[in-house]
């Protein structure tokens, strides 16, 4: 099998434009009145939103499976808790090398995903037990997905690195360094 790591970068707003969007109020208000601005962000959705809380149990950093939507924008916010990593490569119609993957720690930011962004299944809680996020995706890419295991989707598509002889590990190194100076 062969093993490809995958450092943590930063996250900043030019650091995912290939990605998405970080979730973040900067530049001008989209509008507001007095005591309150408000950023509008470009979801879209196909059919119905659908906004959940997800929890991400702590596991290895090993990053198995990856999808890309194909008729949803998504959403992460981190709820509290510990920082998480996510792992995303550019919206492309056949699955990204594994080398061109980018492992970005959430510290209390969220993130808005291109349609078509490749992205691991999961988020890897940085420490403790798990980290709980809001979740913004549509009823029709999540409904084909959990009521139909095993069957191929059509809204989404999965790529598994294992699979194909792959081990793709987060080299949580440098977060390690940082907590243990």
């Known amino acids: 099998m062969r093993r490809v790591a995958l450092p943590i970068s930063p996250l900043s707003a030019e650091a995912f434009a290939p990605y998405g969007r970080v979730l973040s109020p900067s530049g001008e208000r989209d509008t507001g009145r007095e005591g309150y601005d408000i950023w509008i962000q470009p979801f879209a959705a196909e059919s119905r939103p659908r906004l959940q809380i997800v929890r991400y149990h ?14 949803v924008t998504e959403a992460r916010q981190p709820l509290g808790g510990p920082p998480a990593i996510i792992v995303v490569a550019e919206p492309s119609d056949t699955p990204p090398a594994p080398e061109t993957l980018r492992a970005f720690r959430l510290d209390g930011e969220g993130v808005l995903f291109h349609r078509g962004t490749w992205h691991a299944i999961d988020a890897y809680p940085e420490h403790g037990s798990h980290a709980d996020f809001l979740f913004l995706s549509e009823e029709a890419t999540v409904n084909e ?3 139909n295991p095993g069957r191929a989707p059509r809204r989404t598509q999965v790529h598994d690195f294992q699979a194909a002889g792959i ?11 940082r907590a243990n100076p």
């Open 167 to 177: 081990e793709l590990v987060i080299d949580a190194n440098a977060l390690f360094e």
């Open 145 to 147: 997905l959990f009521d």
């Open 58 to 71: 702590a596991r290895p950093f090993v990053v198995a499976l990856i999808e890309r939507h194909l008729h």
